[in-house]
Nanobody, 114 residues
């Protein structure tokens, strides 16, 4: 299984970006999928998760601004990011779990700067 993240870029504060994570197989095989981010010099942290039952959980700092979703037909998970702030600047990683197995996509860089 491979996960391919895309959609990063540079945006001004208050702007929006949509990240995509395409799976090489059916996303129905994943128990959970998630987005993590790693800011320069900091640990990789969870941003949002979505499970096979479409239950969503967000870290407090993005609650109300970010939306995680999944599209079975596209075998993809998305992260819609609105009202972006400078502190959202990070490399964003897609994650998927199948039982005990964990999969990571390569990161996509999001830079929020005026």
């Amino acid at each position: 299984v491979q996960l391919q993240a895309s959609g990063g870029g540079s945006v001004q504060p208050g702007g929006s970006l949509r990240l995509s994570c395409a799976a090489s197989g059916s996303i129905d095989s994943f128990n959970d999928m998630a987005w993590y981010r790693q800011a320069p010099g900091k640990q990789r942290l969870l941003v949002a998760t979505i499970n096979s039952g479409n239950m969503k959980v967000y870290v407090g700092s993005v609650q109300g601004r970010f939306t995680i979703s999944r599209d079975k037909a596209e075998n993809s998970v998305y992260l819609q990011m609105n009202s972006l702030k400078a502190e959202d600047t990070a490399v964003y990683y897609c994650y998927g779990r199948v039982g005990e197995l964990e999969y990571w996509g390569k990161g996509t860089l999001v830079t929020v700067s005026s």
